[in-house]
């Protein structure tokens, strides 16, 4: 068993675990029990693998970034997970989620959500398998965020306004939360990241596994060796980085990389650099880091990319920063965007914001020319188009 990945208790070193209400004990035990069993289960991969295929798209490519690999004199593939069904990576793990919620039983579907995207997400596969979908989003995000609650109205979802506290995505998880524990046994919760109680960070991770996977295999075909020296990705809550990560954590001699949101500036009281502010706490039912104020409150994070905007991160990250086996930095939204606008140019891709975050960290890399470096290119950028045309003023 790897040292980086979950232990029998739901924990990775320190962090982890499952620090619920006593209210969802029943809800998430039936998870941590069953699980392992079912995603393991030879029927659940075939169907797995098959929707991945011929409905996301899958394999993505692995392409080799010419232009960008001249620019930083070094090789430089990017992981396509913009070239899914949706946009992004957030696919691969609702497709797992409403299989395993298949095979629990369960008729009724919810998520939280805060820009939207994972609600998109949790919404089409819904449709796809024609299950009730009920989605919690802030009242001030379904202001800001109309063609995504277009998106899930289309496809058949209900979308709730959680009305309290700041009414963004913290509240929206807290509608979630209390939803599922008024329906236990027809209910499933699809959470979007790596993060929430044990068995959800290493579900998800797994489901978010098929990135790393393929990019070994697609490596070997390419270079020669299936293992590269260096692989970044942006955190969020870190469910693309996790499983960007995930088949190269035993090989030390691979350099991990994940690039937070540092928004105005680490320094600057706007950001969502959680491993560089934050402290060790529980947040959404793990023990991780998080930003939060002496006495424990959550901090309001910031970042002009809706998706890295998050107080903490997975318990798996925690973990990763605090042996030392990742390296996390920050790039703000002026180093992202320029990043953004540079892929653009060079390579004719145009990446979501939060991808843009891990591009950033390029420029402050030295590059001795013949390393092989992977970056997941998380996302597309249409839906960022009017952040990018603000900002630049096209
Ligand atoms: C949601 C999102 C992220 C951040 O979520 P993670 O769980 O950290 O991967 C990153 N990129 C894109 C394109 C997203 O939509």
């Not at 070094?74 to 949706?86: A, G």
């Not at 899930?152 to 700041?166: D, F, Q």
């Not at 046994?185 to 978010?208: C, E, K, L, N, W």
Request: proline share 4%; aromatic share 8%.
């Amino acid at each position: 068993m790897s040292k980086y990945q979950v232990n029998q208790k739901g924990y990775y070193g320190p962090f982890g675990g499952a620090y619920i209400p006593e209210m969802l004990y029943p809800n998430v035990e039936e998870l941590q029990q069953q699980y392992l069993s079912i995603i393991e289960d030879p029927s659940f991969k075939e169907e797995f693998e098959q929707l991945l295929r011929d409905y996301v798209g899958r394999p993505s490519p692995l392409y080799p970034a010419k232009r960008l690999s001249e620019k930083y004199g070094t090789n430089i593939f990017l992981k396509r997970e913009d070239l899914n069904h949706t946009g992004a990576h957030k696919i691969n793990n609702t497709i797992g989620q409403i299989l395993l919620a298949e095979k629990l039983g369960k008729k009724r579907i919810i998520a939280e959500t805060g820009a939207g995207q994972h609600g998109v997400a949790t919404a089409t596969v819904c449709a796809l398998k024609g299950l009730e979908c009920v989605v919690y989003m802030g009242e001030i995000d379904i202001q800001r965020q109309a063609p995504n609650v277009a998106r899930m109205k289309m496809m058949g979802a209900t979308v709730i306004a959680a009305t309290s506290g700041s009414k963004t995505l913290k509240d929206a998880t807290n509608e979630a939360l209390r939803d599922w524990i008024n329906n236990p046994v027809d209910t499933h919760y699809i959470i979007g990241s790596v993060v929430g109680p044990h068995p959800y960070p290493d579900m998800v991770a797994r489901f978010q596994s098929i990135i790393s996977e393929e990019t070994r295999k697609q490596l070997l075909e390419k270079t020669g060796k299936a293992t590269p020296d260096i692989v970044m990705a942006c955190v969020g809550g870190g469910s693309n980085a996790a499983g960007m990560f995930y088949h190269f954590l035993d090989d030390e001699d691979v350099q991990i990389i994940a690039v937070e949101a540092a928004g105005h500036g680490v320094d600057s009281g706007e950001s969502a650099a959680t491993t560089q502010l934050g402290q060790e706490g529980v947040l959404h039912g793990s023990r991780s880091i998080l930003m939060q104020t002496e006495d424990g409150q959550v901090i309001e994070p910031y970042s002009i990319s809706a998706g890295l905007d998050y107080p903490g991160i997975g318990p798996q990250h925690a973990w990763l920063f605090k042996s030392g086996r990742g390296t996390y930095v920050s790039a703000t939204d002026e180093e992202a965007m320029n990043a953004g606008l540079l892929l653009t140019k060079l390579e004719g891709i145009i990446p979501a914001i939060e991808s843009s975050h891990a591009l950033a960290h390029l420029e402050k890399m030295t590059f001795k020319g013949d390393e092989t470096v992977v970056i997941c290119l998380s996302g597309r950028g249409d839906k960022d188009l009017d952040n990018y045309m603000k900002y630049f003023g096209f």
